[in-house]
C-alpha cells in the first residue's frame, strides 16, 4: 500500500508530465494526481483547496515565473502547506542546489531519468516513500 493518496506535480514541460504520470499509474492506479504547469498554478490550487492528508508534491527544478525552489520557498511559509511533503527533480546534479533544496524543506532531490524504467523505479521510490540513491 502505497503512502500518499494525491500527488500535485507541478512541471511545465508536458511531455515530462505525462511520462511521469503514466509511470506513477502504471505502479499505482487509484493514485490522483493533480498536475499544473508552473508553481504559480500549484500555489493557486493549493491555496483554492484543502489538500489530502496524504499529499505529497513534485516540483521540477527549472519551470518559468516561479523555479521549484521558489516555489517550495512558498509553501513552507505558507502554515496550511507547510507540512505536506515535497520532492524536487531537476536534470541537473548540482551539490548546491541539492542542498539548498534540503535546507527549504525538500524531502527528496531526484535527477530526472531519461529512460522509462528510470521513471518506473523513480515512481516506486517516490510512492513507497524510498529513500533516493545517493547523488
Do not use: C
Not at 97 to 106: E, R, S
Amino acid at each position: 500500500m502505497f503512502k500518499n493518496t494525491t500527488i500535485y506535480l507541478a512541471d511545465d514541460d508536458a511531455d515530462d508530465r505525462l511520462l511521469l504520470t503514466d509511470a506513477l499509474k502504471s505502479i499505482a492506479p487509484d493514485l490522483e494526481i493533480v498536475e499544473t504547469e508552473s508553481g504559480l498554478d500549484l500555489l493557486a490550487i493549493l491555496h483554492a483547496q484543502i489538500p489530502p492528508a496524504n499529499s505529497l508534491i513534485i516540483l521540477d527544478m527549472n519551470m518559468p515565473k516561479m523555479n521549484g525552489l521558489e516555489t517550495l520557498a512558498n509553501l513552507r511559509d505558507i502554515p496550511t502547506l507547510a507540512s505536506i511533503p515535497a520532492v524536487m527533480l531537476s536534470t541537473s546534479g548540482n551539490a548546491n542546489m541539492i542542498q539548498f533544496a534540503k535546507q527549504l524543506g525538500a524531502m527528496h532531490y531526484f535527477i530526472k531519468p531519461s529512460t522509462m524504467g528510470g521513471l518506473l523505479e523513480l515512481s516506486h521510490k517516490i510512492i513507497f516513500g524510498e529513500a533516493p540513491v545517493a547523488v
